[in-house]
């Protein structure tokens, strides 16, 4: 009897840590499953949709692109992508034309920050670009300065040297400053060269008129150099950012989390202005004094506004009267 009670005792015992090792077994598994779950998201579970795994846009910080500055050093971008398994990688290009190239034949996928007139000017060369959002407006922040004070009129301008960059929101600023007096461009020595170099060449003597914006125009004024004008009233001084129509209808989960990432350093640079200027700062190697009296100049909202495409149509128009591009561009169909 005893030995039946203790078969018993034995085969219950025997099945509650068979039972045992079962709940032990699926608990361990579904925390193995809870890891590999985590580990999965951490190394990109949330891919895009597109299998898209590097993000390529322009990185350009003058003459005073805080947004760009702020993401960079917050790492908000790559924060933003890091879930989805996608890396960046920036490219330092200045130009806009060389911007635009780039986005066309695929090296970066975002333009961060490009002028409208690059924008016009690769749209009616037939490339595949649009604008995604706003990035900037500040009329105020390109300017014609001069050594010589009497140049206080369009009429005044006539006949005199001046330098600054071609198809750019300065050359703009210029040709309908002149427009305003009844000029063209025919009407004085335009010669085409970089800000600096036309900073230089004024004071050099060189040149009796500099188009120069940003920290140009800054030192320019703190020198006593007499300004001519700004653009306020005359241009509306927009930069973009752009993409190519096809990757934006391939990577709709990309742009949203990039649109998201770029309202978050818009919120860092509300919440957090003294900051975000001291970065600014130091990153352009400028004054904080200088670069809180130019951040006064700019309106960084994002949304895209009627006034804004009707800049763009203004600009457009002047680039075909100036010649710059061959036929008429209706800029609406450069919106997303």
Known sequence: MRKFIALGLALCIGASALTGCGKAS?????????????????????????????????????????PTIIERDQNIFADAFRDMGISLEYAEINSGADQTQALA???????????????????????????????????????????????????SLKGKTIGGPAGTNLHELLVSYLAAGGLTMDDVNYVNMSIADAKAALDGGSVDIAL???????????????????????????????????????????????????????AFMKDNQEQALQIAARALDLDEEAVKEMYAFYDFSMDVTDEDKEGFQKTADFMLESGMIEEELDVDGLFL
């Open 105 to 155: 034949s695929g090296d970066v996928q975002i333009l961060y920050g490009v002028g409208a007139t690059s924008v016009i000017l690769s749209a009616a060369n037939g490339a595949d670009i649009k604008v995604l959002n706003m990035y900037s407006r500040s009329p105020k922040a390109f300017c014609m300065y001069s050594a010589d004070d009497s140049l206080t009129t369009p009429e």
């Open 212 to 266: 120069i914006a940003g920290a140009a125009a800054y030192q320019a004024k703190e020198q006593g150099y007499h300004m001519v004008a700004d653009g306020e009233g005359l241009m509306k001084a927009m930069i973009a950012v752009a993409v190519r129509d096809d990757f934006y209808n391939e990577n709709q989960d990309v742009i949203d989390r990039f649109m998201e990432a770029q309202n978050r350093a818009a």
């Open 26 to 66: 699926a608990g361990a598994a579904e925390a193995d499953a809870r890891q590999d779950a985590l580990e999965d998201t951490q190394s990109g579970g949330n891919k895009a949709s597109s299998g898209l795994d590097k993000l390529a846009l322009t990185y350009v910080t003058s003459p005073l692109n805080v």
